[in-house]
């Protein structure tokens, strides 16, 4: 074997490498409480070099995964054996070899050089994929509740595109998961979408190249205030003018902890701040640019003659007549890709609030905003929402310019009347009373939303404080579009949350190939098993007075519509009246989603709390109610 070693080097070499991977990957699940997504004592031990080589260096097990690592390829090494005139060995014979070998090998300096260097973003990868296993076999045996299922769909894709470097910054994201009510579901949005035996098959997205939109035109404004307004705002972000920054202050007064007073300035924590609030900002505008592309290829299909509407008026998907609209190769395949399912799945994943990470990737940003000072970040990481905004628009804009080819015209955007609100809807909305703009209750009511939102979605917090600011001024074209973007963005996952809580399943499975399972978000619609279904209606109502139940139950379903409407690209005339109703509808709909969460959290709180407890039980049940209603 001495005589072989150059030859040997790279095949050796690389398989100890993904030894050293899995290995590591092994460690951080055995340390990883996956009820709570928190890492336990021991996970940031693999950061120690010392501890990597005397673990891993001399644990007989990693020696024999490394032996059979290297038997998969015993061909390779057969190959380099009759290249030196030494005859082919069996794998007998091989294992016998290599049972001398491995351990020099794993002794050698090349070892524990490559031992010591594998860094984090491999570790990240190999850990998704392990969870992804693990949660398929607990599946496939039925052993997983949905919460645990959902931890840990939340968590395999977090890792899957998580590029912190040392265990102690994983650790430390992590740690931020504590604060939330429900743990990786109040943190995380993205899940792992296919799994199997061999791990998450999911396909990230693309890395595009520039993340600061500039410039944007779209022809296409001239037809629709949504569009208008994107490109807008695509200007307005390039200038940090963007709609986060508009209403909430980056030079707001924030005490910086005394431990971290040392390391963190005045200057750099506005800069972090800074960069974090064009992430947030970049969710929104992605997010419109997806509602923009909809818009557009349907309004196209109206121009065509193509229907895209079922006689009921419920959008068709629109996988099943793109190929109609006889779009060039490229553009075809940009959109077909965009849409389906057996990609990414981007839009899909973004429509229902699966996709936009930002607080559980804001170690990322701070730690790209510390070294590039005020100019704009440029990610390898192509999970962050500025690469997820850049690809849509980039892809809006070419389907923008082919639009202005083909003649479209003001009545091609007719069809988007029929998904959203009636005249009487309207009406219906411009009656309920908005508590949050009340001038005595609305301070009060306002609080409240924030803090149900920081405790039970606070990967939400900065998206709600911005609707929330922007929706006290008076309404601006040119910001008040976004504004209702985020609203149901919100709205969704406070919606799926609260029915998750109460009962109701979230995430719908299904197998879509062998040893291959696909998970989704439940849509909000009112079929069987649909987040919008009678019975959740139903539920959703339960808690208030009988008189009140019908008004509620019609508010959620006018919210569920506006929502829907926004998702497949029907605003187009969006002046104050829509505007308006639409906003009323929505938050008063959210504030219901509100009340049946908290409801729900006394009555478990103060359950578990008079478990084991000498106190009294009314005692424990008003502390447990003042700790909801009051959590500061």
């Known amino acids: 074997m001495e005589g072989l070693r150059a030859e040997l080097d790279p095949l050796w070499q690389a398989r100890w490498a993904d030894c050293v991977v899995l290995h590591l990957a092994d460690h951080a699940y055995?340390?990883?409480d996956l009820t709570h997504g928190t890492p336990v004592s021991g996970f940031t031990k693999m950061d120690d070099p010392h501890w990597r080589v005397t673990s891993l260096g001399s644990d007989s097990a990693v020696a024999n995964a490394f032996t059979d690592m290297l038997l998969q390829h015993a061909s390779e090494l057969n190959s380099i054996f009759r290249a030196r005139m030494v005859s082919k060995r069996s794998t007998k014979e091989l294992r016998t070899v290599l049972a001398y070998?491995?351990?020099?090998?794993?002794?050698?300096?090349?070892?524990?050089?490559?031992?010591?260097?594998?860094?984090?973003?491999?570790?990240?990868?190999?850990?998704?994929?392990?969870?992804?296993?693990?949660?398929?076999?607990?599946?496939?045996?039925?052993?997983?509740?949905?919460?645990?299922?959902?931890?840990?769909?939340?968590?395999?894709?977090?890792?899957?595109?998580?590029?912190?470097?040392?265990?102690q910054q994983a650790a430390g994201q992590m740690?931020?998961?504590?604060?939330?009510?429900?743990?990786?579901?109040?943190?995380?949005?993205?899940?792992?979408?296919?799994?199997?035996?061999?791990?998450?098959?999911?396909?990230?997205?693309?890395?595009?190249?520039?993340t600061a939109p500039s410039g944007m035109t779209f022809q296409s404004g001239a037809f629709s205030?949504?569009?208008?307004?994107?490109?807008?705002?695509?200007?307005?972000?390039?200038?940090?003018?963007?709609?986060?920054?508009?209403?909430?202050?980056?030079?707001?007064?924030?005490?910086?902890?005394?431990?971290?007073?040392?390391?963190?300035?005045?200057?750099?924590?506005?800069?972090?701040?800074?960069?974090?609030?064009?992430?947030?900002e970049a969710a929104s505008l992605g997010f419109g640019s997806l509602c923009s592309i909809e818009q557009l290829l349907r309004s196209l299909a109206s121009h065509k003659g193509i229907a895209h509407l079922r006689d009921s008026g419920i959008p068709k998907p629109v996988g099943g007549w793109l190929s109609k609209l006889g779009l060039d190769t490229d553009l075809f395949d940009l959109f077909d890709q965009l849409y389906s399912a057996n990609g990414p799945n981007l839009r899909n994943r973004a429509m229902h609030s699966g996709l936009f990470e930002t607080s559980s990737r804001s170690l990322e940003v701070i730690i790209a905003a510390s070294s590039v000072g005020t100019k704009p970040l440029v990610f390898s990481n192509s999970t962050v929402p500025e690469n997820l905004c850049m690809i849509f628009l980039e892809s809006f804009k070419k389907l923008d310019d082919y639009c202005g080819t083909v003649g479209l015209a003001k009545p091609d955007f007719s069809w988007s009347r029929s998904l959203w609100l009636t005249p009487e809807e309207a009406d219906f909305g411009h009656r309920l009373h908005c508590d949050l703009l009340d001038p005595d209750d609305g301070p009060e009511w306002r609080a409240q939303l924030v803090r149900f939102v920081k405790r039970s979605l606070p990967c939400c917090y900065t998206q709600l404080q911005t609707a929330i600011y922007g929706w006290l001024e008076p309404f601006n074209p040119d910001s008040s579009v976004l504004l209702f973007v985020i609203w149901g963005n919100i709205f969704e996952a406070i919606y799926r949350l609260t029915l998750h809580l109460i009962g109701f399943s979230a995430i719908q499975r299904s197998d879509v190939g062998q040893n291959l399972r696909m998970f989704q978000y439940r849509m909000l619609d009112s079929t069987e098993g649909g987040l919008c279904s009678p019975a959740a209606l139903e539920a959703l109502v339960e808690c208030l007075q009988p008189q009140e139940r019908p008004i509620a139950e019609r508010t959620i379903a006018l919210a569920v519509k506006v929502r829907n409407a926004l998702a497949h690209g029907a605003i187009v005339d969006y002046d104050e009246h829509n505007h308006l109703a639409a906003g009323h509808i929505v938050i008063k709909a959210t504030q219901l989603l509100m009340e049946v969460s908290r409801r729900h959290w006394v009555r478990e709180a103060a359950y578990f709390r008079s478990l084991g407890s000498t106190g009294s039980p009314v005692e424990n049940w008003l502390s447990a109610e003042e700790d909801v209603y009051e959590w500061p």
């Open 101 to 167: 070998a491995v351990p020099r090998l794993i002794a050698s300096s090349q070892a524990e050089l490559i031992l010591t260097s594998v860094r984090g973003p491999k570790i990240w990868r190999a850990l998704a994929d392990k969870i992804a296993r693990e949660l398929y076999e607990e599946e496939a045996a039925g052993d997983c509740p949905e919460w645990l299922l959902w931890n840990k769909l939340l968590i395999s894709r977090f890792f899957q595109g998580c590029l912190l470097d040392s265990a």
């Open 225 to 280: 205030d949504l569009i208008k307004a994107v490109e807008g705002e695509s200007n307005r972000i390039s200038r940090r003018a963007g709609i986060v920054h508009r209403f909430l202050d980056i030079n707001a007064p924030s005490q910086i902890p005394a431990h971290l007073r040392e390391r963190l300035t005045r200057t750099q924590l506005v800069n972090q701040r800074d960069h974090a609030y064009r992430q947030y």
């Open 175 to 210: 740690d931020t998961f504590r604060a939330g009510l429900h743990g990786p579901r109040s943190h995380l949005i993205a899940i792992a979408e296919r799994i199997g035996k061999t791990g998450l098959i999911d396909q990230l997205p693309p890395l595009v190249s520039s």
């Open 30 to 32: 055995r340390h990883i």
